[in-house]
Every structure is written in structure tokens, then in C-alpha cells.
């Protein structure tokens, strides 16, 4: 790497990971806050040039990630943080209390091959990468999968390249994984329905300026949805939702849009009226042949039944003089018609 640029990289790390303890504490993200205070730490004594701070790095940095990844979720400004950074401050202060020659061995005894040419420091580090990924395939916590990552990088920034200036180039590339990281969860907060995890109502908004010319749009409600939640509860409701997001998101041509409660969008960019009214009939018969099994409660000694979903659609296609708002409004007094006239049918509209 080039001798001018490794310095810049090396320089970017603090920065960085300060931003990144900032977003992740607005976000609410406890574990990437923690995980940054963790790598902002080792980043700052990287750049020491007393031995003994050097040393905290490649000895307590493995254990600090180990302990991370089994730390309790919690709040960012919580009891449970508290302790997380006071254990990061006794273990620091537990190695910075050993006389030089001890501190010296515990390192070596860290850097002591264990097996596949890996030092005890980066067994212990990569068990807390594996350790997290296997809690985020069980608990689907999207901070886990990210400590998992970093923690990898990491340990081979505290014990491959311990004292070296590489190091610190693990600690920017970790720092710059966890702003994407944190940019993606920013994006999904804001643009992304979180139950059915299609495009939200911003989203639409946004859609509906970029539509062009030519296109349709198409509103699609739930029939009944109310006596679903009124005889099976809120969880089968929900159940119905997922359901018909993944039928919406399966259209061909389509972006799907949940515009509010049962009621969601798609918009066709460029496809003419009558190729989409026969998608729509597609989806709609799709639908209506699917059968729904309701999720057994803890509770329950009886199987629930399975419930048949139909829904209602109206559609309309864009119209000169017209904005893509108000054709939107064409299709939902469509879909008013649509449920008037029966239900589980397309309508276009006049």
C-alpha cells in the first residue's frame, strides 16, 4: 500500500468511528454504539507510543468482542452500556496494573498458536464473530450480523498486524462497513413498511414524482380485513399482511407500496392498461386459492383454521393534465367501486 495513502486511512479511523457512535446512538443501535466506543478505544491507543498502552489492543480488544457478543440487548443509554463499558474499562485497567514483564507474557501467551497458525487472541476473536452470527440466525438481530463482520476485521487488526500500522487500516475498513451498515438500517427506518417490509408511504411519495408519462397504478385492499382481526386477533391479521406483501411483490412490472393498514399500492412504469389489468386478475385469483394457516398460540390446544384471503383492486392509468397523485386517487375511488360492487374483483377506473 502506498506510503501517503496507508497514513491517511490510519488517520481516518477515530474520525470515523466517532460518526459512527453519534449515528448508532441516534438510530438506537446499542450493540454497533458499543461496538464503535470498543474500536474508537483501541484506535486512539494505536496511535500511543507508550508500549503499555500498545499492548491493550491485541490483549483486551479479543475479549472485549468476545464479551460483546454475549452482552444482553439494551438501550444505548442504559445500565446494561454502562456495565459494558466499565467491564472495557476494568479489563483495560486489570492489564495496565501488571508489572511490564507479566503484561509482556500475558501477549505472548495471546499470540501463542493454538491451532491452523492462530493465536490465542484470534481464536478467541473470531469465536466472537461466530458467536454472533450464530445469535443473529437465531434471533435476526441485524446489529449481531454487523459485530459478527467487524469482529472478524477486527481481530485481525488487534493480533495479525498487532503494532503494526496496518492495524489501524482494520479498525478504518471496519469503521467504514458499520457506516454503510448504519445507513442501510437509516434507509429501511425511513423508506420500508417493518411488518411487511415493502416501501412505505415515503417511498410512494417518492415514486409517484419519478412515474414519467406513462403508467398505471393500481390500489389493493384486503376484503374483510377487520372480521380477520376481530375472530382470529391481531397476530393473524399481520400474518395476512406478510402473506399478501410477498403475492405484491412477486407482480410482475410492479413496485409494491404499503400504503396504510390493509390497503397497499403498486405502480407500473411504462406498461399499458390492459397488460396490467390482466396481471392484477392474475394476482387476484392467486390470491383467493391461497389458504392461509394461522400460527398455533402457545396457549391454543386446537389448531387454528386456515382462512381464504380475496381482495379488491382498483386500478387506473395515467391521464394528461392529471398527476400521479391524483390518478393514485382515481384508483382508490376505483377500489371503492370495486368493494361496492362485491368485492374480490378489478375495477379501472372511469
Request: aromatic share 6%; with cysteine.
Amino acid at each position: 500500500m502506498s506510503e501517503t495513502l496507508l497514513p491517511l486511512i490510519n488517520q481516518a479511523a477515530l474520525p470515523l468511528l466517532l460518526v459512527v457512535i453519534a449515528l448508532s446512538a441516534w438510530l438506537k443501535r446499542t450493540r454497533v454504539a458499543l461496538l464503535g466506543v470498543l474500536l474508537a478505544c483501541a484506535s486512539a491507543l494505536l496511535w500511543s507510543t507508550q508500549a503499555s498502552l500498545l499492548l491493550l489492543p491485541p490483549i483486551v480488544g479479543p475479549v472485549a468482542l468476545l464479551l460483546l457478543a454475549l452482552w444482553p440487548d439494551g438501550k444505548v443509554f442504559s445500565a446494561n452500556s454502562a456495565l459494558y463499558v466499565l467491564a472495557l474499562g476494568l479489563l483495560a485497567g486489570l492489564v495496565l496494573a501488571l508489572p511490564e514483564p507479566k503484561a509482556l507474557a500475558l501477549l505472548a501467551m495471546m499470540s501463542r498458536p493454538v491451532g491452523l497458525g492462530l493465536g490465542i487472541g484470534s481464536v478467541v476473536g473470531l469465536s466472537a464473530a461466530i458467536l454472533a452470527l450464530l445469535r443473529w440466525v437465531i434471533s435476526a438481530r441485524v446489529g449481531l450480523a454487523a459485530l459478527a463482520i467487524v469482529a472478524a476485521l477486527a481481530t485481525f487488526g488487534f493480533t495479525r498486524f498487532a503494532g503494526e500500522p496496518l492495524s489501524l487500516a482494520f479498525m478504518t475498513l471496519s469503521a467504514v462497513f458499520l457506516l454503510v451498515h448504519l445507513a442501510s438500517q437509516a434507509y429501511r427506518m425511513s423508506y420500508l413498511d417493518a411488518l411487511t417490509e415493502l416501501n412505505g408511504r415515503r417511498a410512494l411519495t417518492e415514486e409517484l414524482g419519478l412515474l414519467g408519462r406513462n403508467y398505471v397504478i393500481a390500489m389493493v385492499d384486503i376484503d374483510h380485513f377487520k372480521s380477520i382481526n376481530d375472530r382470529h386477533g391481531h397476530d393473524v391479521g399481520d400474518q395476512a399482511l406478510k402473506a399478501l406483501a410477498k403475492r405484491l411483490r412477486a407482480v410482475k412490472g410492479a413496485r409494491a407500496f404499503r400504503f396504510g393498514g390493509e390497503e397497499f399500492c403498486l405502480t407500473f412504469a411504462g406498461s399499458p392498461l390492459d397488460l396490467v389489468v390482466e396481471r392484477l386478475n392474475q394476482l387476484r385469483v392467486r390470491i383467493e386459492a391461497d389458504v392461509l394457516t394461522p400460527k398455533p398460540k402457545a396457549a391454543q390446544k386446537r389448531a387454528p383454521s386456515p382462512i381464504k384471503l380475496t381482495v379488491s383492486i382498483g386500478v387506473a392509468p395515467s391521464k394528461s393534465g392529471l398527476s400521479a397523485q391524483e390518478v393514485l386517487k382515481e384508483a382508490d375511488q376505483a377500489l371503492y367501486r370495486a368493494k361496492q360492487a362485491g368485492r374480490n374483483r378489478v375495477t379501472a377506473a372511469r
